[in-house]
């Protein structure tokens, strides 16, 4: 919904406030890791992520290669809102993929094909390009001849040419 008083349902947000807390959150990934290669109750609680634990999982996996002295680092701190750490960048990126991939579903419910508006807008690139053209070419010719008028007008002013005003 556009407006978030209106949502009832909120999006729970994992922002540990302490070392304790981070603590916390780094055991249950790993509890959920160890339990998706267990069997029976535990991996049915601790191993069933959701689709955005598991997007958040493997952007994680990714982002732990960035080190604080690399270009990569600044501009995921700058993609995240500067958040610093690991876990709140993954856990943030993987929000905004899920989000991004729930509405591409859901307007592909509605809308042509990706291929489809994909040519319509490079066929109207096309089509506003050569028009673009013609009009450059059509400013292009009125210069020109202006050029000429103007031309023609200095050379009736100085009496059939230029070298003849300095009185060559």
């Given at each position: 919904?556009?407006?978030?008083?209106?949502?009832?349902?909120?999006?729970?947000?994992?922002?540990?406030?302490?070392a304790s807390e981070k603590l916390?959150?780094?055991?249950?990934?790993?509890?959920?890791?160890?339990?998706?290669?267990?069997?029976?109750?535990?991996?049915?609680?601790?191993?069933?992520?959701?689709?955005?634990?598991?997007?958040?999982?493997?952007?994680?996996?990714?982002?732990?290669?960035?080190?604080?002295?690399?270009?990569?680092?600044?501009?995921?701190?700058?993609?995240?809102?500067?958040?610093?750490?690991?876990?709140?960048?993954a856990e943030y990126l993987a929000?905004?993929?899920?989000?991004?991939?729930?509405?591409?579903?859901?307007?592909?419910?509605?809308?042509?094909?990706?291929?489809?508006?994909?040519?319509?807008?490079?066929?109207?690139?096309?089509?506003?390009?050569?028009?673009?053209?013609?009009?450059?070419?059509?400013?292009?010719?009125?210069?020109?001849v202006k050029k000429s008028r103007?031309?023609?007008?200095?050379?009736?002013?100085?009496?059939?040419?230029?070298?003849?005003?300095?009185?060559?």
């Open positions: 919904m556009s407006d978030p008083l209106a949502n009832i349902v909120t999006t729970a947000e994992m922002k540990p406030s302490s916390a959150r780094f055991q249950l990934l790993k509890a959920q890791l160890e339990a998706q290669n267990s069997t029976g109750l535990v991996k049915a609680v601790l191993g069933n992520m959701s689709e955005e634990e598991q997007i958040r999982l493997e952007v994680l996996q990714t982002i732990v290669n960035y080190k604080e002295s690399t270009p990569e680092w600044f501009q995921l701190c700058a993609m995240t809102k500067g958040r610093t750490d690991p876990f709140d960048q929000h905004e993929i899920y989000e991004t991939q729930k509405a591409e579903v859901m307007l592909s419910y509605y809308t042509p094909s990706k291929q489809t508006v994909r040519n319509t807008f490079l066929e109207s690139a096309k089509t506003g390009s050569a028009k673009r053209g013609a009009a450059i070419a059509d400013i292009a010719a009125r210069i020109e103007l031309a023609a007008a200095v050379s009736t002013l100085t009496g059939g040419g230029v070298g003849a005003s300095r009185g060559e």
